[in-house]
C-alpha cells in the first residue's frame, strides 16, 4: 500500500470533519446557543432564553410597606417586528388592606433588549406592562392593584440578565468579539460581534 495514499486518505477525512465542524458552526442548531464567526454572531434560542429567565423567578418587592407584590412562572414571546420580548408571569399581590389578604393576577411585560459590558450581560431594558389582569376585584380596587402591580413589574424586571456571557463565548483564537446589535428573531436572539 502505497503510505501516500494513506496520507491523502486521512487528509481527506481531516478536511471533511474540518468542513464538517465548520459547516455545524456556519448553520447552528436553533436549540442551541453558540458563536458562528462566519457571520460575526452569536445565537442564543428561545428555549436557553425561557430556560435563564426562569432561574431568576420568583422575583418580589414591597410596595408603600402596605403590598407584597410576587412575580413568578414566567413565559418568554419573541417579537421580532419590534425588536422586542414580552414576559408573561402570574402575579401575586398581598397585603393586610386586601379581603381576601392576597389575589392573583397576570402580567404580560414587552421590553427592548440592551448589552452590560462589564456584567457581560443581555439584559432587559425598559420594560413596559402591556397588559395586566387581577381575578376576583373590580373597580377602583382593580384599578388601584392593576397600577401597583404594573410599576412594581417594570421595576422587578428592569435589568433582568436575560442571557450572561462567558469570556470563552466570546473569544476565538487570540481574537476577542465585542458585542454590538442585539436582534430578536422569531426562534431566539443574535447578537453580532465585532
Known amino acids: 500500500m ?17 468542513i464538517g465542524g465548520a459547516a455545524a458552526l456556519q448553520f447552528p442548531s436553533v436549540a442551541l446557543a453558540g458563536l458562528n464567526f462566519f457571520l460575526s454572531e452569536y445565537s442564543a434560542s428561545h428555549a436557553e432564553l425561557q430556560a435563564q429567565l426562569t432561574k431568576r423567578f420568583p422575583l418580589r418587592q414591597r410596595y408603600a410597606e402596605l403590598f407584597a407584590v410576587t412575580l413568578r412562572d414566567p413565559q418568554l414571546d419573541l ?7 414580552r414576559v408573561t408571569a402570574l402575579l401575586d399581590v ?10 392573583e393576577g397576570l402580567v404580560s411585560v414587552s421590553s427592548a433588549l440592551r448589552y452590560d459590558a462589564p456584567a457581560r450581560a443581555v439584559r432587559l431594558d ?7 389582569e387581577i381575578q376576583g376585584l373590580t373597580g377602583r380596587d382593580a384599578e388601584r392593584l392593576q397600577q401597583i ?14 442571557h450572561t456571557f462567558d469570556a470563552k463565548d466570546l473569544t476565538v483564537g487570540n481574537k476577542v468579539y465585542e458585542i454590538g446589535d442585539i436582534t430578536v428573531q422569531r426562534d431566539g436572539i443574535t447578537v453580532q460581534l465585532k
Open 2 to 18: 502505497d503510505p501516500t495514499r494513506c496520507v491523502n486518505r486521512n487528509s481527506r477525512r481531516g478536511l471533511l470533519r474540518w
Open 79 to 85: 417579537d421580532p417586528t419590534n425588536n422586542r420580548l
Open 94 to 103: 398581598a397585603s393586610p388592606l386586601l379581603r381576601p389578604p392576597s389575589v
Open 126 to 132: 425598559q420594560p413596559r406592562a402591556d397588559r395586566i
Open 149 to 162: 402591580g404594573a410599576m412594581v413589574a417594570q421595576e422587578l424586571l428592569q435589568g433582568q440578565a436575560l
